[in-house]
C-alpha cells in the first residue's frame, strides 16, 4: 500500500472496463479519489465507485470520448469540480482490431490512431496544463503495450499508436521534469481482459498467446494495477520517462529460451 496516495486526486479514461477498471478499483483501496471515464453507456460504472467507497476512497463516474477534446476538458474540470484538484492522470483508453495491413481502411487506422495515441496525448496535455497553473508536481501514466517494441502484423495502426505512445511519454517527460511533474508508461503484455476475451476464451488461440510468455501465464489486471499505484506513488519520485514493462517476460526474446540461438 502507498499512504501517500490518499486523498489524491486520480482521473483514469477508459475505467468502465479492463485495465482502467482494475486501476481505479487499486486506486480506490489506497483510498484515492477517483475519476472514472467510461465511454459506452452499459458499463456498469455503479459497481465500481461501489467497490472504491467500501474501499475508503471516493469515486465518481464521467462518459465521455478521448478523441474529443472536450471531452477531455471536461473530464479534467469535473475531477477539480467534484474532488478539487488532478495529482494524477492515467490515460488508458485504447482499442485495437485485426485487419491485414493491405485492407487496412483509412477509417480504421483513424480511429485506432485518434483513440489511442491523440486520445493519449489530449489528455497528457490538458492534465500538464492543470497541474502547471496550479503548481502540482504531478504524475502522468500513459498505457502503452509490448507492441511499442514488438512488430504485430494485422494490428500495424496499433503498434504504431504504441510506439507513439513511447516518444510522447519520453518526451513529455523532458519537457516537464523541471516542473516535477513526471510522465510514465506501462506496457502490458498479454492481460485477461475484455478486449482479449474472444481471443483467450478459444483454447488454442489462448495456447498461441501463452507460448510467448516466459512466465506461461495470461496476466492479471490487477498485476497491472499494482505497477499503476507504485508509478503514481512518492515511491517513484525519481521515476520519470520509463516505460514499466509487465509482460512475464515476452519482451525478453521468447523464442530464444532453452539455449536457442
Ligand atoms: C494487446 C493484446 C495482445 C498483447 C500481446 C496487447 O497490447 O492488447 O491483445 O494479446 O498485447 O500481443
Not at 503495450?145 to 513529455?172: D, R
Request: proline share 4%; aromatic share 8%; glycine share 10%.
Amino acid at each position: 500500500m502507498y499512504p501517500n496516495l490518499e486523498g489524491k486526486v486520480v482521473v483514469i479514461t477508459g475505467a468502465g472496463t479492463g485495465l482502467g477498471r482494475a486501476m481505479a478499483e487499486r486506486f480506490g483501496a489506497e483510498k484515492a479519489k477517483v475519476v472514472i471515464n467510461y465511454f459506452k453507456e452499459d458499463e456498469d460504472v455503479q459497481s465500481i465507485i461501489e467497490t472504491i467507497e467500501k474501499a475508503g476512497g471516493s469515486g465518481s463516474a464521467i462518459q465521455g470520448d478521448v478523441t474529443k477534446e472536450e471531452d477531455i476538458k471536461r473530464m479534467i474540470a469535473h475531477a477539480v469540480n467534484t474532488f478539487g484538484s488532478l495529482d494524477i492522470m492515467v490515460n488508458n483508453a485504447g482499442i485495437e482490431n485485426e485487419v491485414p495491413s493491405e485492407d487496412l481502411t483509412l477509417e480504421d487506422w483513424n480511429k485506432v490512431i485518434s483513440t489511442n495515441l491523440t486520445g493519449q496525448f489530449l489528455g497528457c496535455r490538458e492534465a500538464i496544463d492543470y497541474m502547471l497553473e496550479n503548481k502540482i508536481k504531478g504524475s502522468i501514466i500513459n498505457m502503452s503495450s509490448v507492441h511499442q517494441e514488438i512488430p504485430w502484423p494485422h494490428f500495424v495502426h496499433y503498434a504504431a499508436s504504441k510506439g507513439g505512445v513511447k516518444l510522447m511519454t519520453e518526451t513529455l517527460a523532458l519537457e516537464f521534469a523541471p516542473h516535477g511533474i513526471r510522465v510514465n508508461c506501462i506496457a502490458p503484455g498479454a492481460i485477461d481482459t475484455p478486449i482479449n476475451a474472444e481471443k483467450f476464451d478459444d483454447p488454442e488461440l489462448k495456447k498461441g498467446v501463452v507460448e510467448l510468455i516466459p512466465m506461461g501465464y495470461i496476466g492479471k489486471p490487477e498485476e497491472i494495477a499494482a505497477c499503476a499505484v507504485w508509478l503514481a506513488s512518492s515511491e517513484a519520485s525519481y521515476v520519470t520517462g520509463l516505460t514499466l514493462f509487465a509482460d512475464g517476460g515476452m519482451t525478453q526474446y521468447p523464442g530464444f529460451q532453452a539455449g536457442k540461438g
